[in-house]
């Protein structure tokens, strides 16, 4: 359970030192001196545990969950429960859990014997690579750096210090990786972009003669692609996240510091600015570039270039503004529906008295006619 702990206890006050932060309570006790067992979040939180209340209108619901004390902002009301107020909640909170819950630490192993490097591989010191992972020729590797086990290096890489790469993760020939970047397990960096030319009624392969560039501290997800470029480099700028089941094709120009979520597919040939938020199932076209600062919505279908700092929703994607309005009127479909029948209704009848009118003018005696009379 997250609320289990490594056997590790601590007073409320000695979790205030750890995170720089001080308690309150109400009621004029003092509950410095709690002993507290471990910590969980507000759905897990229980008697003699530490959780989190990230906005003050949750602080009712810690209470009620049993929990003997709360990592809380600042401005959060008590509610008869022991707070720990800090300035920022949750990176208070994430050192706590890690003093109850240490991460598993090991000592640095060197170099499997299963490992398969090849002679002109140069690796820096402290290279640590795991079981039946194998090095290509003339491959770079930066001090520090992990490569675990079952991971592909291919030919002409370069890899830069403090680098993480988890097992069974694919580095095609001549991708260039930064330093502090982290690859995650069974992620596919270089592969073929998906380009062909029809000759003679049969695709043929196109020209792939790029790779794949990643700047300083990105991250890639689990199982997520990133296409080689076609004669050039795809480029992922540093800082830049992505998350788990991405799809990135031939040619993308990633900015800095941007965030991809979970299985956004960007086609060849985009390019995004810097500080760009995609969030889930985002598809992108090709040949789009999108501006610094915007953010598209959870399934968002981009066809057009985005402007800097604009937030785009919908299929085909436009401004959220926009699609707030098409959702309003979405809503009233079923009632401008029955009145559009009403009216047309109304037109119908109106038809009929009209022609009726004209029957009876059309019998009516003209002054002519009256005159020869």
Known sequence: MAGESSNRTATLVEL???????????????????????????????????????????????????????????????????LLVVSDPHAAFAKIISYFRPGRHRPRLGIHPTAV?????????????????????????????????????????????????????????N???????????GAVIGAYGFGYVCQEGRYRLAAQLGNVVLGPDVEIGACTTIDRGTYGSTVIGEGTKIDNLVMIAHNCRIGRHNMICAQVGIAGSTTTGDHVIMAGQVGVKDHVQ??????????????????PGARMVGIPATPEWEQRLKQVAWTKLPEMRQEFKKLQATVARLGEQLETLRQMISQQPTDSNRAVA
Request: charged content about 15%; overall charge negative; glycine content about 16%.
């Open 16 to 82: 205030a030192e750890l995170v720089g932060g001080r308690v309150e309570s109400t009621g004029g006790m003092d509950p410095g001196g709690f002993m507290i067992f471990g910590a969980a979040p507000l759905a897990e939180a229980g008697p003699g545990l530490i959780t989190l209340v990230d906005k003050a209108e949750r602080a009712e619901a810690a209470r009620q969950s049993g929990a003997a004390a709360a990592v809380a902002p600042e401005g959060t009301a008590p509610a008869n429960l022991p």
């Open 117 to 173: 490097i090849a002679s002109s591989a140069r690796l820096a010191e402290d290279v640590e690579i795991g079981p039946y992972a194998t090095i290509g020729e003339d491959v770079e590797i930066g001090p520090g750096t992990t490569i675990h086990a079952g991971v592909r290096i291919l030919d002409g890489v370069k890899i830069g210090a403090a680098v993480t790469i988890f097992p069974n993760a694919v580095l095609y020939e």
């Open 175 to 185: 991708t260039v990786v930064g330093p502090r970047c982290i690859i995650h397990a």
């Open 290 to 307: 999108i501006g610094d600062g915007a953010v598209l919505g959870a399934m968002a279908g981009v066809i057009t270039d985005v402007p």
